[in-house]
């Protein structure tokens, strides 16, 4: 069974980096074929799909969020990451991050979401 926990504050200055890991149990992040995301749910509207990085390292973002975010791994503590540069409060949102399968078009795995709110 694979397990995403989601970390990190849940408060956030505007004009400041948003930075949030995923811890993954019960599978590798290096396991082929497999993609692990980011996406984010602003209050009262639709999931929003911000990036992934892939089982070989590869990443991949939203073009528009693409110019304020990175995603890296540590694959020794199976742990990969986000970053969201010059946040406002536009990016307050449940952030979630979750695992799909190449050519799946659903996500297997999910953690149970963080809230992050941007405010001064």
């Known amino acids: 069974q694979v397990q995403l926990q989601e970390s990190g504050p849940g408060l956030v200055q505007p004009s400041q980096t948003l930075s949030l890991t995923c811890s993954v149990s019960?599978?590798?992040?290096?396991?082929?074929?497999?993609?692990w995301s980011w996406i984010r749910q602003p209050p009262g509207k639709g999931l929003e799909w911000i990036g992934y990085i892939g089982y070989s390292g590869d990443t991949y973002y939203s073009p528009s969020l693409k110019s304020r975010t990175s995603i890296s791994r540590d694959t020794s503590k199976n742990q990969f990451t986000l970053q969201l540069s010059s946040v406002t409060p536009e990016d307050t949102a449940v952030y979630y991050c979750a695992r799909t399968r190449a050519a799946s078009p659903q996500y297997d795995y999910w953690g149970q979401g963080t809230q992050v709110t941007v405010s001064s």
């Open positions: 019960g599978g590798s992040l290096t396991t082929n074929y497999y993609f």
